[in-house]
């Protein structure tokens, strides 16, 4: 028996990273992070895009053409799965399929990905498409989830591979290669990588670090940016700050549909136990800013998401929604009644752009720590 050197090191150095930037990516998947979810699924995107090129212009084992796909390879496979001798140097036929199919998937995930950024939260490079497409997020999102759960298959699939082989056939150190490059085979199957590849492969790994820093100095890049920017509502419209700013939080029309802005503004003088009640210039010319800039004219996650949850129901409070209670279910309920924040109401306690029209969940602040 022979110590082969079979897993250069590009190719363990992608392993290592291509993994735990997949176990990042499901770690940073909450709406607070988002920004970093997307930088860390364009940096999937850049290992797996490495090892595309790897598979064609890399060395033996690691090359596409060497894995042992086709029905006769797995049936082979499957028919000598229990013997500890395996003729498999590289990856088995099993294994193989495993491995096509994650870098293929991930590919479609960081797509998916990359488009509901840009649909739903108006962010990153498709952020042009939200004007277009932002009634269909929810699709947009559901196929994502679907693709990243069909991920973690693959990867559950590709860790039993791993294990049952430890288990199976323990004399090839399959598991130890993984690190040490190194398996036990028959005779002397080792690999060695030309200039090209070593400089190819280091080249990739500048550029990757290198669009790692970027992304650090660089939090608010193109990858990331958003099309919405913040707005003086006082050069819009004086008096809608001046009458509505002075009692309670600045809440963006964008929040309410046109059916919650007439109750509001047909009841101000019952205007959650105050009264509020102004001339009827004021009135009207506040309530029309108002029904030009509602909900049915935006096309933020926010407003279509109050939307659809409000419908056609007389509902004149964003707390009342299950939209708001969905989002906010997490939050104990003695925190609205803490006198940093008092009540549901004042929403510029935690978001603390609202009044400038951005609900932006990364600067969503815990006005408690």
């Known amino acids: ?3 082969s050197y079979i897993w250069s090191l590009p190719t363990r150095v992608f392993h290592a990273l291509f993994a735990l930037f997949i176990l990042l990516a499901f770690l940073s998947a909450e709406d607070e992070w988002l920004n970093y979810h997307a930088i860390i699924g364009y940096a999937v995107l850049i290992l797996v895009f490495y090892r595309i090129f790897w598979g064609f212009f890399g060395p033996k084992y690691s090359l596409f053409k060497d894995f042992p796909t086709g ?3 797995v049936k082979d496979f499957l028919n000598h799965i229990f013997e500890e001798k395996q003729k498999y140097v590289g990856h088995n036929p099993l294994a193989s399929y495993v491995m096509i199919s994650m870098f293929i998937v991930t590919i479609l995930v960081v797509l998916t990905g ?5 649909i739903q939260e108006g962010k990153g490079i498709f952020s ?3 004007d277009s497409f932002f009634k269909k997020m929810d699709l947009f999102e559901e196929l994502h989830e679907f693709l990243s759960n069909l991920l973690i298959a693959l990867i559950i699939a590709h860790l039993c591979g791993i294990f049952a082989d430890r288990f199976l056939h323990k004399k090839q150190e399959t598991l130890n290669s993984i ?3 190194y398996k036990i085979t028959s005779e002397n199957e080792s690999i060695k990588l030309n200039i090209y590849q070593k400089m190819f492969s280091l080249l990739m790994f500048i550029f990757f670090v290198g669009f790692l820093i970027f992304n650090i100095y660089n939090p608010k890049n193109l990858l990331v940016a958003s099309k919405y920017e913040a707005i003086d509502y006082k050069t819009q419209n004086e008096l809608f700050v001046k009458e509505c700013a002075s009692c309670h939080t600045l809440y ?6 046109k059916k919650s802005w007439e109750l509001i503004m047909a009841d101000l003088e019952n205007h959650f136990g105050d009264d509020a009640s102004l001339d009827v210039e004021s009135n009207k010319n506040i309530l029309a800013f108002l029904l030009k800039n509602s909900a049915e004219n935006s096309t933020m996650e926010s407003s279509f998401k109050f939307l659809q949850s409000i419908k056609n129901q007389d509902i004149i409070a964003m707390s009342k929604t299950t939209y708001w209670e969905k989002t906010h279910k997490d939050l104990p309920k003695e925190i609205f009644d803490n006198e940093k924040i008092k ?3 004042n929403c510029k306690a935690c978001h603390i752009d609202i009044e400038k029209g951005l609900i932006e969940d990364e600067n969503i602040k815990n006005p408690l720590n």
């Open 343 to 345: 009540s549901k109401a």
């Open 1 to 3: 028996m022979e110590k």
């Open 71 to 73: 029905k006769k390879n």
């Open 114 to 118: 990359a488009l509901l950024f840009g």
């Open 252 to 257: 963006p029309p964008f929040v309410l549909p």
């Open 128 to 130: 042009f498409l939200n």
């Open 179 to 181: 690190v040490t490059g």
